[in-house]
């Protein structure tokens, strides 16, 4: 009976360990996104209906575009998984 509860027990907290270290790659994911939009001072341009990045003039070609994408992902599937 003891193994059985001790096992349980352990299960449990791997799995709770897993989901935070998951959560936790996520957002710095983000923030290194965020991080390389900033870097050329990267903005949202100012065009409501289709919003893009805008850089200075030193970023290299595609940087806003590149990056901009993948950050618009990431923050897609958090909302999504934060609705479910």
Avoid: Q
């Avoid at 360990?17 to 341009?45: A, M, Q």
């Amino acid at each position: 009976m003891k193994k059985i509860i001790f096992f349980c027990l352990i299960v449990s907290c791997l799995s709770s360990h897993t989901f935070s270290n998951e959560k936790n790659t996520k957002s710095n994911i983000e923030f290194v996104y965020n991080n390389l939009l900033s870097r050329y001072d990267c903005i949202i341009g100012p065009n409501i209906n289709n919003p893009e990045w805008v850089c200075n003039i030193d970023a290299p070609k595609g940087w806003a575009k590149f990056y901009g994408e993948k950050l618009k992902n990431i923050r897609k599937n958090r909302k999504r998984y934060a609705v479910k």
